[in-house]
């Protein structure tokens, strides 16, 4: 979805405007008169500013299907039922079973259609078209419904507000936010949906909803007594070591602090060879630990550096025995020691895959997220995901192999630009 706004010397000039660059696709969402200010405005005319949108082309007959039913629901006092569809019936993505004031949520299973529609090896695009197809046939249902001796609520929202909320669903689907999230946040914004609200409140409000699921990105925790302990674990090949690599070397160059670099990857070939690599450049020293014991000596070793990165090894959810090893190294660091986990996971893993992976990690320990490989995918939907999933504190990201300067702290607003439809 792309979303521009255009002005003109009349309402003519400006829709021609914004038709003139997004063809037969625009879809106008606001029209509003700006009056013009100051000491001279008595001698000025009025102009108009058009808000338009161009959805993909593959569903904008389906959009304006919706935006056209979508107003005839709102005269019914239906919009929740339009932005809350899925909760109806079990035709598109099952809902969380949550257990409040429970950290250890019920796992949700990843959006899937019906296995009697085939569609299950069918890539993204067919599934987002068949959920608006069912959409639109859902409202049609609805308001075959109606009593005609039924008064009419009072008048509700405009047919461009509610486009507009229908092309935010589409968006956020597109960029693969789970489906149970995209209700909860435009079911939040359903009573900011009212005639005189402009598209522009609607989607600051979507905006700033997005950020505060989010919340406050959390660096490296320096507080306490030296050496702060860093663990990183994660499965094999989300890039744990390189992601250890770039951090060291910013807090090392930009910092000045002195770093050390502990592995307890023993399992997967060459992986001390590579840390090796990075802590000879680093010119910081290295251990290789096989046990919780070794690393106390380990740690105690560098009693005088600011931080030690351990480095663990990966490995799969379903390995129990690998997992135990990690749990005991992390939970048998000598409690005079500070130290806290981070959990680093790959932006282009699949959702069902991350969640298995949260749900194993965190019978070991709570941990922070790092995201790696944004690089490589161009939808950020599972960040939101497994942020509310886990309710881990989001940390760093990275897009790229450069050490040290494809790492940053995530970015929050950006991101949300991005499952909004907009530019990074």
């Known amino acids: 979805m792309t979303i521009n706004k255009f002005q003109g010397k009349t309402q003519e000039e400006a829709i021609a405007k914004a038709k003139e660059e997004f063809g037969e696709r625009a879809v106008i969402m606001n029209i509003r008169e700006v009056k013009p200010k100051g000491l001279f405005r008595a001698f000025k005319n009025s102009t108009f500013e058009v808000t338009a949108a161009m959805e993909e082309k593959e569903h904008f007959s389906n959009a304006m299907q919706a935006a056209q039913m979508t107003q005839s629901m709102a005269k019914e006092g239906k919009l929740h039922d339009m932005i809350n569809l899925a909760a109806d019936e079990p035709i598109t993505i099952p809902k969380l079973q949550e257990q409040e004031g429970n950290a250890q949520a019920t796992r949700q299973e990843p959006a899937r259609m019906p296995q009697s529609q085939n569609l299950v090896q069918e890539n993204e695009e067919k599934k ?4 608006l197809e069912v959409l639109s046939d859902r409202l049609e249902k609805s308001l075959g419904g109606k009593n005609p ?3 009419e609520t009072p008048k509700g929202p405009s047919s461009e ?3 507009f909320v229908r ?5 956020l689907l597109k960029n693969e936010v789970s489906e149970q999230y995209v209700n909860q946040i435009l079911g939040e914004i359903e009573k900011f949906i009212r005639p005189g609200h402009s598209v522009d409140t609607i989607l600051s409000n979507v905006y700033q909803k997005l950020i505060l699921r989010f919340g406050q990105p959390k660096s490296l925790d320096l507080s306490g007594a030296k050496p702060h302990v860093v663990f990183f674990i994660g499965p094999t090949g989300v890039g744990k070591t390189t992601t250890i690599a770039k951090i060291a070397s910013k807090y090392k160059v930009d910092y000045e602090k002195k770093v050390a670099f502990i592995t307890a ?3 997967r070939i ?7 690599v990075y802590a000879n450049i680093l010119d910081a020293p290295m251990s290789i630990v096989y046990s919780k014991e070794e690393l106390n000596e380990a740690i105690e070793k560098y009693a005088e550096y600011d931080l030690v990165f351990v480095d663990t090894a990966g490995f799969s959810y379903k390995n129990e025995e690998q997992k135990e090893d990690i749990r005991n190294l992390i939970q048998g660091v000598d409690p005079e020691y500070t130290s806290e986990v981070y959990l680093v996971l790959s932006a282009t893993t699949k ?9 194993t990690y965190r019978t070991i320990s709570e941990f922070k997220l790092i995201f790696t490989k944004l690089d490589e995918t161009s939808t950020y939907g599972n960040l939101l995901n497994i942020k509310l999933y886990s309710d881990a504190e989001l940390s760093y990201t990275t897009n790229g192999q450069n050490v040290p300067d494809d790492i940053e702290l995530f970015d929050t607003q950006k991101i949300v630009k991005q499952l909004l439809g907009g530019n990074s």
């Open 167 to 171: 092309i935010l669903y589409s968006t």
């Open 270 to 276: 060459a992986a001390t060879e590579q840390l090796q």
């Open 265 to 267: 990857d023993t399992y």
């Open 128 to 131: 987002l078209e068949e959920r």
């Open 161 to 163: 507000e509610l486009n």
């Open 351 to 359: 959702y069902r895959d991350l969640l298995d992976i949260v749900d």
């Open 149 to 151: 001796k039924e008064p």
